[in-house]
């Protein structure tokens, strides 16, 4: 049999690998995704760049500058005396006075660009190297970096806020920026000068150079302007009088701005090497003692005048004004010295020891015809007090005898018109009243019972007219004293519960003096704005208010007080005055004393209190009681011989002549006890003919209950 060849299967082929399936197709179909994603992310990418470009011009198109933070836009006002050069004192939000580019030294200007911004000339207003650092500090997610430019930090302090936060960094570039485009190299480093903080309270260049150096920003030589320039990094903790860790960290700081100087060629290799480590010389350190003293008070008056004429505080503060204030530097240091002296005696002297800061003195003088405050003391140290005694209100006492005599010639009355003057009761009342140390003297004229200051006198004028009290305060306010407290309408008003304050009583006897013509109390003279024009100017005009030629008779009788009565301590100034004294009892003791004269050119009313206002003035008095013909009349002739020096002796327009008495009673005041209104007053009859008066007390007067006015 022939042999048969077995038939074989066909042998399977491997399987092909994920390349080889797919093969090239395969691997070209991933390499297209690859680029798809790529070119996905490059377009988002230039989307995103396209959108942040057409942002940012978005941006800085429609930033613009806001308004100046008020702060940094302010200039100080100058406060001046009535000769409208020496100064008074200086108001402001920030210690600063604005200057021109033109009036700041070149040294300064090349000092402050190489101490914080050595590309300013030619740099856009922004620094690449600080954007660069502040994104990298914003992606670390640290505080953003402040502005390196001088530009941006003009922007920053006068513009922004210090808040370190994206949005004005944003904003902050693109102004910089917008700022570099619109505004002068010269006009930002002015304004920059101008604005930024040198430390000592001084903003601005030219309240550096005078607090460090005592000149101006044109007169810094190189030393000081780049010492200044050093400081602006950081003010505080540089100030030389910190101490040789600070003068140490200053002179590193300052031999940098040298080197910067010389390096832009601003100074020569001499003078870099003159100056170099060698700190300038500097004024010593002042506290701010804007208020401090007795100017205090006067500042502080002109400032709330300026406030009820309209100004408003940024006005005022930062305004660059130039205040002339109406206060005389020789009244007003003579009422200082005057007023600290008869404190001091008035201490020495008293009868038991007491503390000199609890005795208060104020002095008011006011012109006649203008209304012009020359002088006040209110207090030592406003710092210390800010309590002004001489604009405080206290018990008037025996001077508001004064509106009750013009209240009585309004009335029909006459200087001989007959009164009461001994103890007795008042109609409609049940309390007698009583002259100071019970004195009687009998019946006595208008014109006596003005001169010896008599209680029962007076009482009995207020009962006698058909509306005495209400009368007697017309009186007093149309002489320009307004009503206050204790202003009780009742018949003993005119012995002075009722509370005035010194320059009121200074006001109210200088209408006295100008015959009848008030003026508006004031103490700004004048104000002009930052570029000289004048805004404001005092009233000094007057209007008649109480009829002349019965002014003229209470002239009389008030001139009589100085030249025969209770206030003949002010003879001695050899001028014509007329005068009132007043001393007021609670409780047998002395709580105010007065003396409120006037020459035909100076009122000036002087006030004595104790404590609080309301205490005991007696342990202070040498004797016995704090009398008004003491201390108050002392002070008052010492002020007024100054104030009066060079003036002409100018006399009142009197109708009458003096009537002197022989003897003066030498007498204590008595209390006051509580009162009623008069039931039944008596109406004078018309001419009365002059009476035979009394010139001295009876030999034995009645004892004097606690209580009243005095003289």
Do not use: C
Not at 152 to 160: G, H, M, P, V
Not at 298 to 314: D, H, I, V, W
């Amino acid at each position: 049999m022939a042999d048969r060849k077995k038939s074989r299967k066909p042998r399977r082929a491997l399987a092909p690998s994920a390349s080889q399936r797919h093969g090239p197709h395969r691997t070209k179909k991933k390499a297209s995704r690859a680029r798809r994603v790529v070119t996905a992310i490059a377009i988002t990418l230039a989307t995103l760049m396209i959108v942040g470009v057409l942002g940012s011009l978005i941006f800085y198109a429609r930033v613009k500058l806001p308004d100046p933070n008020a702060d940094f836009n302010s200039q100080t006002s100058t406060v001046l005396f009535r000769d409208g050069s020496t100064k008074l004192g200086e108001l402001a939000i920030q210690n600063r006075t604005m200057v021109d580019y033109s009036a700041m030294s070149d040294n300064v200007k090349a000092a402050v660009v190489a101490a914080e911004d050595r590309s300013f000339w030619s740099n856009k207003g922004v620094s690449p190297k600080g954007i660069v650092r502040s994104l990298f500090q914003i992606a670390r997610g640290k505080d953003l970096q402040s502005g390196s430019t001088i530009t941006q930090q003009y922007i920053k302090i006068r513009y922004l806020t210090s808040k370190q936060t994206m949005s004005r960094k944003l904003t902050e570039l693109a102004l910089a920026v917008k700022m570099n485009r619109e505004v002068s190299k010269d006009e930002i480093l002015a304004g920059y000068l101008n604005t930024v903080y040198f430390g000592r309270n001084a903003y601005g260049v030219e309240k550096a150079a005078t607090t460090y150096f005592g000149t101006n920003a044109a007169g810094l030589n190189v030393p000081q302007s780049a010492m200044l320039s050093a400081l602006v990094n950081s003010p505080s903790t540089l100030d030389p009088a910190n101490g040789d860790d600070a003068k140490r960290d200053l002179t590193e700081r300052y031999d940098y701005v040298l080197d910067g100087m010389l390096e832009a060629g601003k100074i020569s290799q001499a003078d870099h090497d003159a100056n170099y480590d060698k700190l300038p010389d500097t004024l010593p350190v002042t506290q701010s003692d804007l208020y401090g003293g007795t100017n205090g008070f006067l500042l502080t008056m002109a400032e709330q005048e300026l406030r009820k004429a309209g100004f408003s505080e940024e006005q005022i503060d930062g305004g660059g004004l130039t205040i002339t204030t109406t206060f005389d530097q020789k009244m007003q240091d003579a009422a200082v010295k005057t007023a600290t002296d008869n404190v001091s005696t008035a201490i020495r002297k008293a009868k038991t020891n007491q503390d000199a800061s609890t005795l208060h003195a104020a002095v008011a003088s006011i012109g006649v015809g203008t209304g012009e405050v020359y002088a006040l003391y209110g207090g030592p140290d406003f710092l210390k007090s800010q309590i002004n005694w001489a604009t405080t209100a206290r018990p008037a006492a025996s001077t508001f005898k004064a509106w009750a005599l013009v209240a009585g010639l309004r009335n029909g009355f006459t200087l001989n018109s007959t009164l009461t003057g001994s103890t007795f009761t008042p109609n409609g009342d049940n309390v007698v009243v009583r002259n100071d140390g019970g004195v009687n003297y009998g019946s006595v004229t208008l014109q006596k019972a003005t001169s010896y200051s008599m209680n029962t006198a007076f009482t009995d004028l207020e009962q006698r007219m058909p509306n005495g009290p209400a009368d007697t305060v017309k009186a007093a306010n149309d002489a320009g004293v307004p009503t206050g407290d204790g202003w009780d309408l009742n018949n003993r008003i005119a012995l002075g519960t009722g509370q005035v304050s010194p320059v009121d009583n200074a006001t109210g006897f200088a209408t006295l003096a100008n015959d009848g013509q008030r003026n508006t109390t004031h103490v700004v003279k004048e104000v002009k704005d930052a570029s000289g024009k004048v805004v404001y100017t005092g009233d000094t005009s007057a209007t008649q208010t109480i009829d002349a030629s019965l002014v003229h008779n209470a002239q009389t009788a008030l001139e009589s007080v100085v030249t025969s009565g209770t206030g003949t301590e002010a003879r001695q100034l050899g001028r014509q005055v007329i005068a009132k004294t007043g001393t007021k009892d609670v409780d047998d003791q002395t709580v105010s004393a007065w003396f409120v004269g006037a020459t035909k050119q100076i009122s000036t009313a002087v006030m004595f209190v104790a404590g609080d206002g309301n205490a005991n003035l007696d342990p202070y008095a040498a004797s016995g009681a704090f009398e008004s013909d003491s201390y108050p009349a002392y002070l008052w002739e010492d002020y007024m011989e100054q104030a009066s020096q060079g003036m002409d002796r100018l006399n009142f327009n009197t109708n009458a002549p003096t009537q002197a008495a022989s003897v003066r009673p030498s007498v204590r005041r008595t209390p006051t006890p509580s009162v009623t209104a008069s039931a039944t007053p008596e109406a004078p009859a018309a001419n009365e003919p002059a009476v035979d008066v009394p010139t001295a007390p009876p030999a034995s007067p009645e004892p004097a209950p606690a209580g009243t006015a005095g003289p």
